[in-house]
């Protein structure tokens, strides 16, 4: 036990402050994540310095973001992927397309280094479902077209934005952009996801007599940690970024998550370790950037977040109308975990600078705060006026 | 993240090698944690080197500890402390303070300072019911009146080596044994108990109706964590040690621990953390210090060790027969992870020598190897010809 009272006390501090800002911002319904940004900003180095957290903080922070990526991981089933259709797979695709682009092409106008661009666009490519499936099931409007075509494409949007992720960090890894490195790296990506996809539940498949012949409890958490931990290394060594590993962990193990109830076993270490990340998120702004440039930069930024879902989700739908295709833009727009990973990856690899960092953040804020209440009013006529059923809450981050 | 190769190289290697052990052990019919344990002296700085512990493992290892020891506590129910009888309490007390004597007693023969003396007694005391749980579990015994006799005492037996480490600690870091101290630092620990018992389960009662309204999932895990990392910290900034708040705050929880599912949740969390708890006490464990000496004094302890749960834990039961009496001091004989925390804490006060931790190690190991086969032994008479059930293993370390 370390009984040196900074590490504890922080430990405890960094706790309580990030749940209860995730708390305040739930009952004002705005999303936990943000709230828990905002305990890192206010009490972190560059804030009150209340709490300048420990290398130890920080580290438990990275675990927290490997769990949170394996949690993103084991909800995605890949049968989904291919029962949720076309439609929804056209809708992802051009929704990582359309932002990628809008977002390197900004960058590159404002002269900011390629490699930063990158990482900025990669971070505005991913949609965080969270807050739509939330909101959509307040309006019990889940059963809606346009909401089947959002939450399908939800699911191929976390493994496109993690290959994603992968290309931008070979890139920037290798000497220079050349174009036959991206092939290889692209190659290897979508090998990497395809084989965790379908032929990795294969092999937990045949690891289940195995494991229920195992003495230790909980056989399955332990073997899902320990592939969890492994490839997250052997992503950093092949260099990946260790939430990558994660996440394609998870996808092995999603099949089987319900039945071994791993879901929720994970979830309960997630409830543990995931404010340290995010309160890390916050520490880590340098509020010393804001300028009005910054403003402006960060608000067009966050435009382009926006539109580009708009635009890159709304067109593969716009023959069912251009009512659903504003429906499905406007569910894909909020950002979430994924996009935060991927700056926090960049400025830890000292290729995202503190401001590029700051930008990322505020766009993240700014879509997850502008897109419930027009989703409220476009999905207004899906409303069916039925008996009020008790109110039932989906699960958010 | 941390990108940090060595960090999350040790994550992954620790966690395989610990659950590795701990699975052979357990298929071995050895108690887990003494695999954990092995496993941290063969790969350890003193063994293989293959792992030298960095700071964040250590920082780590103290969380698995607190989490260790909340679960503990989660698992003390304060009302079946009323309820197991007096016959109960006195076992544990009469368990608790013969190895004190006989430990603290031997280690002053053999010229150790007082301090270290008292941890070592300390470390003793207390009894550790997994294993004998398990065994009796599996030979369907758990309803003889033995049984039910340590089942009872165990309650009692963890609270009192909690109390009795705050007075050790409380002595240690106060000027010298003066007698008034000690009186101060008893009452103290045993008002902390009883508070903890009897008063926080009404406080968690009465904010059980405001958890209820709270937008966070899972509000009263989140609660239960805030409030075992906060009197973690409280204890140390007292002069306690970290665990002996986590264990209260468990304590306070116990009652609402099945209701809220919080065992569960946080053994959830164990299974992640407590295998680098047990593989830094291996890690820790100087295997230069072995010699014909230490090893006389290791035997000599644990001997000690032994004779004092039979007799201690004996005595209060002999008018029920000598029979019964040998069953109940052999059901109490293994200790497990309270005693070695608290040889950790003198080693971390540098207060108990390297070659003190090893002894206590070693009689762990020879208490928790030596009860089982030789209660099988004992309790055989009781063993009732029936029908075989499926053999249904009760829940151990």
Not at 19 to 48: D, S, T, W
Not at 87 to 95: D, I, K
Not at 258 to 286: C, T
Not at 321 to 345: F, Q
């Amino acid at each position: 036990m370390h009984t040196a009272d900074p590490f504890l006390f922080q430990l405890f501090l960094i706790f309580v402050w990030a749940k209860l800002f995730g708390e305040i911002f739930e009952q004002l319904r705005l999303p936990a994540v943000l709230g828990e940004i905002l305990a890192g900003v206010l009490i972190g180095p560059y804030g009150a310095r209340l709490v300048v957290p420990t290398d130890a903080i920080y580290a438990i922070a990275g675990i927290g973001a490997i769990f949170l990526l394996f949690t993103v991981g084991l909800e995605t089933q890949p049968k989904d992927l291919i029962s949720v259709g076309r439609t929804s797979l056209y809708v992802a695709l051009a929704g990582i397309g359309m932002p990628v682009l809008f977002g390197f092409g900004y960058m590159m106008l404002r002269h900011h280094p390629a490699h930063e661009a990158m990482f900025v666009a990669a971070a505005m490519a991913a949609t965080s479902v969270g807050i739509t499936a939330r909101v959509l099931g307040d309006m019990q409007v889940l059963q809606t077209f346009a909401a089947r075509i959002v939450l399908g494409a939800a699911v191929f949007d976390d493994v496109l934005g993690m290959i994603l992720l992968s290309v931008v960090v070979g890139i920037v890894s290798s000497a220079g952009l050349a174009w036959a490195q991206l092939l290889i790296t692209a190659v290897e990506a979508v090998g990497f996801a395809l084989i965790m996809m379908f032929y990795a539940p294969r092999v937990v498949r045949r690891m289940e007599p195995g494991l229920e012949r195992m003495s230790t409890q909980d056989a399955p958490l332990i073997i899902a940690l320990a592939i969890c931990l492994g490839l997250s290394y052997a992503a950093v060594k092949i260099g990946m970024a260790a939430i990558i590993g994660a996440f394609f962990a998870g996808l092995a193990f999603a099949e089987y998550s319900p039945r071994w109830n791993l879901r929720s076993r994970v979830f309960s270490i997630n409830e543990f370790l995931a404010p340290y990340f995010f309160f890390s998120m916050g520490a880590r702004l340098n509020m010393g950037v804001f300028d009005c440039k910054l403003i402006v930069s960060a608000l067009v930024v966050s435009l382009l977040a926006i539109l580009s879902k708009l635009v890159g989700c709304g067109l593969p739908v716009l023959r069912s109308g251009w009512r659903t295709a504003v429906k499905v833009g406007v569910g894909m727009v909020p950002r979430g975990e994924v996009g935060l990973i991927v700056a926090l990856v960049g400025l830890q690899m000292n290729i995202v600078s503190e401001s590029a960092y700051a930008v990322v953040i505020l766009m993240t804020a700014v879509t997850t705060l502008v897109a419930p209440p027009i989703m409220k009013i476009v999905f207004r006529d899906e409303v069916v006026a039925e008996p009020a059923l008790a109110g039932r809450r989906t699960t958010a981050m």
